[in-house]
């Protein structure tokens, strides 16, 4: 039997077991309200925008070594339409640049200056080297040296003989006179199409012909008293110089080709006509027959060149672009 002055069991005393039913019951309302809270806490996150896909696109699908799809690099390398979702745009890139110079142009066209060396014929005067420059502008100039074979020489005095333009004794005379000529040629031009090998060309040239023939050559042209006295002095088989000198003015056109940059291919037709000469006459040893032969031979050689020497040209080179 307990004292009268014992406390009470705690187990058997109504406030305790009360209290104890109260805790245990608000530890059970905690935990069962902890994962609705962590959900409500979750989705008050910030989520990235919903995106719509079309139904009939079928989304790229990530690999397990990028969690990108395999359409898609990163960082990208290059930006298209197909790359992205239906309601996001590519990004917008300028247009390439087409204002370079075409590979269908010409190389030369693009440079502003250009130096070619040639080897050049212009039929039926020379052949020689020839040095041309293109400047800024598509502007031409040229400049040629050659001189004039006697297969050109022949031809030339030959087809006017048969022609009937002068007679034998004048094809002969021309004929010696030619002997040894030397020619150079300047002139200057355009190019009118950056594009294209069209070359049009205006110049002079000059014709130097040191040549010789004898007296039997020259006494059928002078007066029958001065024939008569060039025969008794020295005979009809003297040496006798001829030295003339020609001017000329020239136009043409022709084409050129640019190969792998540096081969020149040129092609040209042209006009040559003589505006003025001079020539000299010398029998050797006898300047007294020479001052009474030469006004007369001096005077037919230059009746000659401004009569006659009125010839279409065809030149012919090829050559190295050095740059």
């Known amino acids: 039997m307990m004292p009268p002055h014992a406390p009470a069991d705690v187990t058997h005393s109504p406030r ?85 110079p075409s590979s269908a142009a010409p190389s030369a066209g693009g440079d502003p200056f250009a130096l070619d060396l040639s080897a050049v014929t212009w039929i039926p005067l020379s052949v020689g080297p020839e040095l041309s420059f293109e400047l800024p502008g598509r502007v031409l100039a040229q400049v040629h040296l050659g001189w004039m074979p006697e297969l050109y020489s022949h031809t030339m005095t030959n087809s006017l003989e048969d022609a009937g333009v002068y007679d034998s004794e004048i094809s002969d005379l021309v004929d010696g006179a030619v002997r040894g000529a030397t020619i150079w040629r300047l002139s200057a031009g355009w190019r009118p199409f950056p594009r294209a090998g069209l070359e049009l060309t205006v110049g002079y040239a000059h014709v130097a012909l040191d040549g010789a023939t004898n007296s039997d050559e020259v006494m059928p042209l002078v007066p029958e008293d001065v024939a008569d006295e060039i025969a008794a002095e020295v005979g009809n088989d003297v040496d006798v110089n001829l030295d003339s000198s020609i001017h000329h003015f020239t136009v043409g056109a022709g084409w050129r080709w640019l190969i792998a940059d540096h081969l020149v291919i040129r092609a040209n037709i042209g006009y040559l006509q003589a505006f003025a000469s001079h020539s000299t006459l010398d029998i050797k040893g006898r300047p007294d027959l020479t001052g009474l032969a030469a006004p007369t031979v001096e005077s037919v050689l230059h009746d000659h060149y401004m009569r006659y020497v009125k010839l279409p040209v065809v030149g012919f080179g090829v050559g190295y672009r050095f740059f």
């Open 16 to 100: 305790r077991i009360a209290l104890l039913f109260t805790l245990a019951g608000a530890s059970i309302a905690v935990t069962q309200a902890a994962p609705a809270h962590a959900a409500a806490v979750a989705a008050t996150r910030r989520k990235p925008p919903a995106v719509a896909v079309d139904p009939g696109v079928r989304a790229p699908e990530a690999s397990v070594a990028t969690p990108y799809p395999a359409s898609l690099s990163y960082p990208p390398t290059s930006y298209s339409a197909a790359s992205y979702p239906v309601a996001m745009s590519a990004p917008a890139l300028p247009p390439p640049d087409r204002s370079g």
